[in-house]
């Protein structure tokens, strides 16, 4: 499966592509090498852990073996099924037959079924937590979903080359990244040209009294048309739309 990811796989300090050599990744411009951990390509540079990144990689590690039960009940305390959401969220993303798709953020890979109900294509899931991609790959083994490459790194590093994927996501984290500005510039780096950008993300009552609710809309780097910015479930989350020029 390493091999058939390596045409998605840039470096993320110079975004140039990287070959196999022997247990590691190894960038064929700048050199960096990344280690392969529990078969994961480890792309988390230094920078991956500024600001609240390093706590949220503790957290989620720690929050792994619970987050699935944990989501669902919190979520159905809000009158909202997970699976309501899910499909609102992938609906809105458009995503057409043999589309390549990333989530940043992936978590559990509880979008990945929905996402295959669209597209044969490849699938690219992110995470800064090792304990999360874990858990992804269990379930992943129990649903029977298949051609899907997970990656640890972080949103505001993308290990991906320019341009190769068709629908890009950033669920459910966004607001938490300690550079959001730049996570949403290299989303838009790594999706193609008429391709599109997704966030969504819980709106706390503070998130609607400071306006971070509107943060991607703040931040949006030039190349990205803002298509749609729309609520779901009485304002409990929001979904933007972004069009790459």
């Not at 609710?213 to 933007?240: C, H, I, M």
Request: with cysteine; hydrophobic share 40%; glycine share 12%.
């Amino acid at each position: 499966m390493l091999k058939d990811l390596l045409k998605f796989l840039g470096c993320p300090k110079c975004g140039c592509g990287v070959e196999l050599s022997n247990s590691y990744l190894k960038c064929r411009c700048c050199g960096r090498s990344f280690p392969i951990r529990e078969g994961f390509p480890d792309f988390r540079v230094g920078e991956c852990f500024k600001g609240v990144n390093t706590l949220q990689r503790i957290l989620y590690n720690m929050y792994a073996p619970f987050y699935d039960v944990l989501e669902s009940r919190l979520i159905k305390l809000y009158g909202v099924t997970e699976d309501s959401l899910r499909e609102e969220v992938v609906s809105s993303m458009d995503i057409g037959g043999g589309d390549a798709v990333l989530e940043v953020s992936i978590g559990t890979c509880g979008n990945v079924p929905y996402f295959r109900r669209f597209t044969e294509g490849p699938i690219v899931g992110l995470d800064i937590s090792e304990k999360m991609l874990g858990r992804c790959v269990e379930n992943l083994g129990m649903w029977g979903v298949e051609d899907v490459y997970l990656v640890l790194g972080c949103g505001e590093y993308l290990p991906f080359k320019e341009g190769v994927f068709d629908r890009v996501l950033i669920g459910g984290a966004f607001t938490y990244f300690s550079d959001p500005r730049r996570a949403l510039r290299e989303a838009a780096r790594v999706t193609r040209a008429s391709g599109f950008v997704v966030v969504y993300d819980q709106v706390t009552f503070i998130d609607r009294a400071t306006g971070r609710d509107k943060l991607p809309v703040r931040v949006k780097p030039e190349g990205l048309e803002l298509l749609s910015y729309r609520y779901l479930f009485g304002k409990l989350f929001y979904v933007a739309k972004f069009l790459k020029h």
